[in-house]
C-alpha cells in the first residue's frame, strides 16, 4: 500500500517538474541546445545505379545505423507506430500531458507502471543523448530535450530521427537495418506481422531479439497487434491472421557486395553518407555467385576477377576484384581488375581487324601457318604444332600464334598501338622498349578494365566506349576517330562469335576471345554480345605461375557462367554494315587469295613503280554524293603509282574486275563513312577512309 502511494507522489511530483520545466524552458533552450549534430552520424552507403543498397560501413563507434526517412518504410509501418507509441503525435508539442497523467493515474491505480507516458519526441531524446538512469532528473531532462527538438524540427525530422535511431538489439539501429537483418529486404513492403514485430522491439531490444529470444519477440509483437488502435490502422482479421506468422530467428547480415568498388568511393571522396555507382544490384550479386563458386574450384592462391561493362552508355554494371574481399590466402583485398598483367592473345582481335580494315586479307585469305624467322623472333603455337595453310577466319579462332604475328608486321605494331589510344587505353611496353611484334602474343601490360575497355568498341560497332569506374569517373563515348571501321568490326565479331564455346557451355551468341599469358601466370577469357561485354582474369595475385590454367579451359566457362546466370537475355549482334560480306575465297581478287610477304605493302628489289597511292579523295575527306536527296552520285578514283592491274575494294567488297587504268568509278550504297583500298599487281596496298554525305 505504501509503495502505491509512493509511487503515485513521486508521479505527481514528477509531472508537476515537467510543467514547471516546461515554463522555464527558453531560458535554459539556448544555453544547453540538444546534440542534433551528432544525431545527424550515420553508415556510410554504397548503392547501386537505382538507389538499391550495396554495401554499408559501421558508424565509428560499431553501430549499423542506415539512415531513414518516413519515405523508406511502409506507409502502415508509420501508421502502426505512432497509433502504438504516441496516437497524439501530430498534437502535442514533444510532451503529451494527457499521457502523463494517464500514466500517473495508472500508477496510483496499480502499484506499477501500465503504460508509459513518453512521446515519440521523448524516444528521439532519449536516442540521441542516452540517459545514465532512469531517475526523476533524467526524465525531467528527457521532456526539456523533447520540447527542444520540437521547437528545431518538424514533425516528419523527429520521426525521421525515430526511425533511424530505433534500438532493434545488438549493433543494429533504425528500421532499415533491423527490416534487412531481420527479414533480408528494405523496409518500403512489409507485412503486417514484420510492421509488429519492428514496433514492438525497441522497448526491450535486447530481451526481444528474436535470433535469441524468438518466444519474447513473438509476445511482443503480439502485444502490438491485440491494441485496438493498432488493429484499426491494420484493418478487421489483419491483426489475428499477423499473430499466426513465424518470427524470424536469425539475424542476417547485412548487404555487402562489390567490396573494391565501395572501398574505392569512400576513398574518392570521404565523410559522405551515400555514395550512388552505376552497378547493377541484381547483376553485381549473381557474378559474384559465379565467381564464388568458380574459386572453389581454383587451386590455392589463385584468385580470379570479373567486370561487365554496358558497351551503349560506358558504364560498368559490375565489377569483381577478387572472389572474396577477406580470402587473404588468395590476396582477396587487392583489386585485380585494375593490376597490369600480360594479356596473351587477347589482343589479336585488334591486328586482323586492322588488316581487315587495310584490305590485305579477308576472312577466306589463306594464311601460312609454318615455323617462321621474323627477324630473330620465332614466335611458336601454343600447342607447339602447327597447321600449315588456313585461312584468316580459322588462324583467328584457333588463336594461332603465326598468323597473327605476320599480320602485325604487316600493319605495323605502332599502328595497333595507335589504335589502342584511340580508346584511351594505353598498354604498358617493358621499360626502354618501343612497339614490337611481342605485343601480339602479350607483351605489354594491361588492365582487364582496359581490355573490357577496348573490346567494349567491338561491341560499339569500331566505335570507342571509356568506361567509368562504377563510382564518379563518367564514361566518354563522343570519341572523333574509330577503333576500327565498321566493316572491319563486323569481320572480327563474325568470327569470334562462331568460336566454338568451352566444354560444357552452349552457344549464346557470343563474340568471345581468350588468351594465356606466358609461364601460366594469366587466363583470360573476354566476350560481348550487342550490348554487354564482360571480362574475366584468373592468375595469382603474386603473378606466380598456376601450371595448367588456359583462357580456354579456365576463364571462358566462367565467362559463359557469367552471361547464362545473369539474368540478361542476349543481345544480337549489329546486321552487317554496307559492304560487309563473307566471300569465299574463289571470289577473291588473285591479291587477296593467299596473303604473302608482298602483302606488307613491300616494294621489291625489281620493282621500279612506287607503290600506289590514292590521291583522290583524300584521307578523312568528307564527300556530298547527295545522299540525303536519296541519289547518291558516283564517286571519281584516282591513284598514282602502283603496277597495273588494280582491284579496288569499298569496305571490303571488290568493286569490279581488274583495270589497268589509274581512275575508276564508286556509288555508295549509303552515306557514312567508308574505307577505300586498292591493291596492285604485286599486292602492294592503300586505303583512305571518308565520309559520304
Known sequence: MWRSVKLGIAAVGFLCLGVAG?????????????????????????????????RAFATPDGLWRLKTSASDVDPQFTRMLIAYEDKRFYEHRGVDLYALVRAAGQILTHGRIVSGGSTLSMQVARLIEPRENRSFLAKFRQ????????????????????????????????????????????????????????VALPQSP????????????????????????????????????????????????????????????????????????????????????VAREAASRLPPKVSLAMLMADSTTGEIVAEIGSADYFDSSRSGWIDMTRMLRSPGSTLKPFIYGLAFEEGVVAQETIIEDRPSDFSGYRPKNFDMSYQGDVSIRQALQLSLNVPA??????????????????????????????????????GVGITLKDLVQLYAGLANQGWPVRLGDGVRDLPKRDFTEPLLDPVATWNVTNILSDVLPPTGSRQRGIAYKTGTSYGYRDAWSVGYDGRYVIGVWVGRPDNGAVPGITGYSTAAPILFEAFAKSGLATTPHPSPPPGASRIAVTQLPLSLRRFTASGLGLVSAASKEPAPQ????????????????????????????????????????????????????????????????????????????????
Do not use: C
Request: proline share 7%; hydrophobic share 45%; net charge positive.
Open 614 to 693: 590514292i590521291v583522290y579523295p583524300p584521307e578523312g575527306a568528307r564527300v556530298d554524293l547527295g545522299a540525303k536527296a536519296g541519289e547518291i552520285a558516283p564517286l571519281t578514283l584516282k591513284l598514282q603509282g602502283g603496277r597495273a592491274p588494280f582491284r579496288w575494294l569499298a569496305n571490303g567488297k571488290p568493286l569490279e574486275d581488274f583495270s589497268r587504268k589509274r581512275i575508276s568509278e564508286w556509288t555508295p550504297d549509303g552515306a557514312g563513312y567508308s574505307t577505300l583500298t586498292v591493291i596492285d599487281a604485286i599486292g602492294r596496298a592503300a586505303t583512305v577512309r571518308v565520309f559520304v554525305e
Open 206 to 289: 535486447e530481451g526481444r531479439r528474436p535470433d535469441r529470444f524468438a518466444d519474447a519477440a513473438k509476445a511482443a509483437r503480439q502485444r502490438v497487434l491485440a491494441r485496438p488502435a493498432v488493429a484499426d490502422v491494420v484493418g478487421e482479421g489483419e491483426a489475428e491472421r499477423a499473430m499466426l506468422v513465424m518470427v524470424p530467428r536469425e539475424r542476417r547480415p547485412l548487404p555487402a557486395l562489390a567490396a573494391h568498388v565501395a572501398e574505392a568511393a569512400l576513398k574518392k571522396k570521404p565523410g559522405e553518407i551515400r555514395y550512388t555507382t552505376t552497378l547493377n544490384r541484381s547483376l553485381q550479386e549473381r557474378l559474384e555467385g
Open 405 to 442: 604475328i605476320r599480320l602485325l608486321e604487316a600493319v605495323g605494331p605502332s599502328r595497333l598501338m595507335v589504335r589502342f589510344r584511340r580508346s584511351e587505353v594505353r598498354p604498358v611496353l617493358p621499360q626502354n622498349e618501343t612497339p614490337g611484334l611481342a605485343i601480339g602474343l602479350g
Open 143 to 198: 521532456i526539456a530535450r523533447a520540447i527542444q527538438i520540437e521547437r528545431r524540427l518538424t514533425k516528419a525530422e523527429i520521426l525521421d530521427l525515430y526511425l533511424t535511431h530505433a534500438p532493434y538489439g545488438g549493433n543494429l539501429e533504425g528500421v532499415r537495418a533491423a527490416s534487412l537483418a531481420y527479414f533480408g529486404k528494405e523496409p518500403k513492403r512489409l507485412s503486417v506481422a514484420e510492421a509488429a514485430l519492428l
Open 22 to 54: 516546461i515554463s522555464g524552458l527558453r531560458a535554459l533552450d539556448r544555453a544547453f541546445p540538444p546534440p542534433l549534430t551528432e544525431a545527424n552520424v550515420v553508415s556510410s552507403e554504397v548503392l547501386d545505379a537505382n538507389g538499391l543498397l550495396l
